[in-house]
């Protein structure tokens, strides 16, 4: 199986900061990497595909950039409504494995 | 408007089974997969396996292969997904997702609004 990797594990920033989150892969996975934002008690909500293409309806304060084995997530200007549980998913191999989840908070 | 409407909660006994519905709405269910997704209390997410509905084609996560069913009724747009020989590691909430193919790559999306399933005595 491929493992995700995602650091960091939580975090905490302002209203307005720039936020990176990052995934790693075990092995190549292309660009067949996805990222989910999850609220409390909500389903997964599909915020880009492909490593960098954009969901319609997410706000363009959303970017994914990154191939093979890395990969980055970026909240450009950190809103209040960001605060969520961030994940990314492989696509490439079988099973579709899923990193452990990026948790962010607004100070 | 594009959803998966998921059956309600169940509460199960170790050994016993349950089947949980999802219900497309908004588009056509014989073009896209439909893919299960679990996540235990407080945990990260699992994939479990996905169907065709247009051929139903399936592939399961190997650590349920022998205990995990997925089905569909296309007359109903209706994707079902039965666990059997349940453990109390299978409570989780379970998510179906429409996957889809777009830039070359899959993408899961909408999710259904999960179903909670308990294993309990």
């Known amino acids: 199986d491929i493992q995700m990797t995602q650091s960091p594990s939580s975090l905490s920033a302002s209203v307005g900061d720039r936020v990176t989150i990052t995934c790693r892969a075990s092995?190549?996975?292309?660009?067949?990497l996805n990222w989910y934002q999850q609220k409390p008690g909500k389903a997964p909500n599909l915020l880009i595909y492909?490593?960098?293409s954009l969901q319609s309806g997410v706000p363009s304060r959303f970017s994914g950039s990154g191939s093979e084995t890395d990969f980055t997530l970026t909240i450009s200007s950190l809103q209040p409504e960001d605060s969520a549980t961030y994940f990314c998913?492989?696509?490439?191999?079988?099973?579709?494995?899923f990193g452990q989840g990026t948790k962010l908070e607004i100070k | 408007q594009v959803q998966l409407v998921q059956s309600g909660a169940e509460v199960k006994k170790p050994g016993a089974s349950v089947k949980v519905s999802c219900k497309a709405v908004?588009?056509?269910?014989?073009?896209?997969?439909i893919s299960w997704v679990r996540q235990a209390p407080g945990q990260g997410l699992e994939w479990v396996g996905w169907?065709?509905?247009?051929?139903?084609?399936?592939e399961y996560a190997q650590k349920l292969n022998d205990r995990v069913t997925m089905t569909t009724d296309t007359s109903t747009s209706t994707a079902y997904m039965e666990l059997r020989s349940l453990i109390y590691d299978d409570t989780a909430v379970y998510y179906c997702?429409?996957?889809?193919?777009?830039?070359?790559?899959?993408?899961?999306?909408?999710w259904g609004q999960g179903t909670l399933v308990i294993v309990s005595s």
């Open positions: 492909a490593a960098s």
């Open positions: 997702a429409r996957r889809g193919a777009a830039a070359g790559t899959y993408r899961f999306d909408p």
């Open positions: 908004g588009y056509t269910f014989t073009s896209y997969g």
């Open positions: 998913q492989q696509t490439y191999g079988r099973p579709r494995t």
């Open positions: 092995q190549s996975v292309i660009n067949f």
């Open positions: 169907i065709s509905p247009s051929n139903g084609n399936t």
